[in-house]
């Protein structure tokens, strides 16, 4: 079965730019979404189609996808970014989620 | 205004059979390309896919867990309920539904509503 593949945990400045990737077998071939989930809370969808941000998701939130990895970039990172971030993709009738990332902005 | 609402017991004995439900308003799963999936999350670990049902009442379900879900919805209720076999305290998690838009296969367009989850505990 298809895999994605997240750093566990991830630091960032207040007011830098944070990265996240997502790492798969051939993952620019692919859609990848993107969801910020914070404690106690539903999962929100923050990028589509590898780069599209859904309404009132602030221009902050960016992604990118190409070769076999696919990278969500906050810029200007604020406290309330803080959160888990999951990605999504598509495979053989089957949608996997990454294993997860904790965005720790400190 | 889309809304999901998940309904079920929020415990569970080992091998006994979980029924959940999904209570959905503001679409209609007879509306070409509305879909609705199941999606768990253990506690402190990460999403999991489980199943999806269209507007075509085509189905589909976690490769691992297939033989054990069944996926079904009842157009005229706006609900979609999803069942799953033989519960061990590895299936210990909160039960999303969440929609999605897809076509002949995934658009990329991602979950875009999703419930508040429901917690289901399996124990003895």
């Known amino acids: 079965s298809y895999e994605l593949t997240q750093p566990p945990s991830v630091s960032v400045s207040p007011g830098q730019t944070a990265s996240i990737t997502c790492s798969g077998d051939k993952l620019g071939d692919k859609y990848v979404c993107w969801y910020q989930q914070k404690p106690g809370q539903s999962p929100v969808l923050v990028i589509y189609?590898?780069?599209q941000r859904p309404s009132g998701i602030p221009e902050r939130f960016s992604g990118s996808n190409s070769g076999n990895t696919a990278t969500l970039t906050i810029s200007g990172t604020q406290a309330m970014d803080e959160a888990d971030y999951y990605c999504?993709?598509?495979?053989?009738?089957?949608?996997?989620f990454g294993g997860g990332t904790k965005l720790t902005v400190l | 205004q889309v809304t999901l609402r998940e309904s079920g017991p929020a415990l569970v004995k080992p091998t006994q059979t979980l029924t959940l439900t999904c209570t959905f308003s503001g679409f209609s799963l007879s509306t070409s390309t509305m879909s609705v999936s199941w999606i768990r999350q253990p506690p402190g670990r990460a999403l999991e896919w489980l199943a999806l049902i269209d507007w075509g009442d085509h189905t589909y379900y976690s490769t691992s867990l297939k033989t054990r879900l069944t996926i079904s919805k009842d157009t005229s209720k706006n609900q979609v309920v999803l069942t799953m076999t033989n519960m061990d305290p590895v299936d210990t998690a909160t039960y999303y539904c969440?929609?999605?838009?897809?076509?002949?296969?995934?658009?990329?367009?991602?979950?875009?509503?999703w419930g508040q989850g429901t917690l289901v505990t399996v124990s003895s």
């Open positions: 999504q993709a598509w495979d053989s009738s089957t949608w996997v």
């Open positions: 189609q590898d780069s």
């Open positions: 969440a929609r999605i838009v897809v076509g002949a296969t995934d658009l990329g367009l991602g979950f875009d509503y």
